[in-house]
């Protein structure tokens, strides 16, 4: 299931700032259960341009979480995302998934949509979360297809990639291999 995991790529997490301890424990234990997550406070650094960098996120996300609270509904930020993600999604691109943490009127882009509920238990909403995920990584592994798996592995196994570019300016030979990790390697 790693490797499902990793082709799904990052989810990201949108949310409003007040909401941040929720987030939080959510990112936590989504890694903890081996996905990648993209959460603005650890992909973004001072200076970054903002609406670009989230919406470059987004554009590569496959699934979007949108944290769905009283503040959430109120936040400019979270509107901009979710208007991003739902144009993705109705392209056929990403799962938005609305996880609603307290019990307030849906935004009008997600109101069709399943929810994961977690304003009776954190499990339970949880638990929600990963079924969607799950089916999520398994669309996108059968998308990818065997080489995509293989290479996948084939990084897993062998420590990641090296290339090497041979010959002259017209008659030069591209070639990819892989590189044994340091504590493999005789020397």
């Given at each position: 299931m790693a490797i499902e995991k990793h082709l799904l790529g990052k989810v990201f997490i949108s949310h409003s700032s007040i909401d941040k301890p929720f987030v939080r424990r959510l990112s936590r234990r989504l890694e903890k259960d081996g996905y990648q997550i993209w959460l603005d406070e650890k992909e973004l650094v001072p200076g970054d341009k903002l609406a670009e960098s989230v919406s470059r996120a987004l554009q590569s996300s496959n699934v979007v979480l949108v944290v769905v609270s009283s503040s959430a509904i109120k936040s400019k930020w979270l509107a901009f995302e979710?208007?991003?993600?739902?144009?993705k999604m109705i392209e056929g691109g990403c799962r938005v998934i609305?996880?609603?943490k307290e019990k307030v009127s849906l935004p009008p882009e997600v109101q069709g949509l399943l929810y994961a509920d977690f304003t009776g238990s954190f499990a339970l909403g949880y638990k929600s979360v990963l079924?969607?995920?799950?089916?999520e990584s398994m669309k996108t592994t059968t998308k990818a297809g065997f080489w995509a798996l293989a290479d996948v592995a084939a990084c897993r196994v062998f420590g990641g990639k090296s290339y090497v570019s041979m010959g002259g300016e017209y008659t030069s030979l591209e070639y990819e291999g892989f590189?044994?990790?340091?504590?493999?390697r005789r020397g």
């Open positions: 979710l208007n991003k993600a739902t144009q609305p996880l609603i079924t969607a995920l799950k089916h590189n044994p990790p340091l504590h493999n």
